[in-house]
């Protein structure tokens, strides 16, 4: 009698998950570099060795049956785990010449990783990095990339998936507009030409108390873009505290109210993503303490900065105190230079 290990021949086993994916013979023989032929071939082995069909052929069509999705659910995740150590593999064999393929959202490659390439070039001359700007959720293992910087919820299938940052959303504009807004409320913003998406901009007039309607002058589908058309005063927008950091930092945006959208309201922290096979490997783990170290040092510039309508009480509290002191240090001079002349 056959065991079940010599009935399933493990060569096939990708051209089975690549068909039962794509649901079509042709477009998996694409992905594999295979013909045509040799896919069907090699489903017809395979269900001939387990002596049922795993698909049903509709027409021209194919799609997994019952049987398919059992087996499907079965071999995917080992075929992932071999799929990774068949990468931790080469990145090991590669020796000195260590290359890291790394893909993120294009804002956050724009507006906070590419300042920091220096930094990164200073501390790891040896890793090269390769960077795919895409607003795409790419298949990390089918695409060949390491590592991934997402937003999202951290729900990714056969990927180790970090929380790195929660980073709330804060309204911020040019220097022009915090001028026009000085010493206003929540509710002048809604005056003033808003971009990005009516239904953030309506949350965050929520959170303030602010009941409107929100009609923006432009919608971007990415933040980057956004946040340059609010540098040139073309209006106000909602960004990501993290990628406003540097332009807080320089002056070229300035935070309008203390009101934020946390993470709670707006369900987007930001991951490092990668799979699992590659945990250990030392130019993954070396990305992910620069990162790490790099987040720190925008926390801290964000944190050293005053929050408009938070700080007003402060300055006036240090302000108050100096005065004191200053008070106590005079009248006490006099008395000093008596028990001098004493």
Known sequence: MLTSEMRLPLQTLPAFRAVARLSNLRAAAEELNLTHSAVSQQIKLLEEQLGFELFD????????NAAGEALLRAVEPSLAQLDDGMRAAEAAANGASHRLRITLLPSFAQRWWMPRMNSWRERHPDIALEMHASQQVIDLQREGFHVALRQGDGKWRGLDAERLLDSPLIAVGSPNAARRLLGRGPQALADEPLLGDADTWESWFATAGVRCRVNPVASFNDAGMMLQAAEQDLGLALGRELL???ALRD???????PIELTEAQTAYALWFVHPTGLRDWPPLKALRTWVLDELKKSERSLHARPVPGKSAATKTTKVAKTARATKAAKAAQPARQARVKR
Request: glycine content about 12%; cysteine-free.
């Open 57 to 64: 052929r509709p027409g021209r069509r194919i799609v997994l």
């Open 251 to 257: 002056g070229q945006l300035m935070r309008l109210s």
């Open 244 to 246: 406003v950091a540097d």
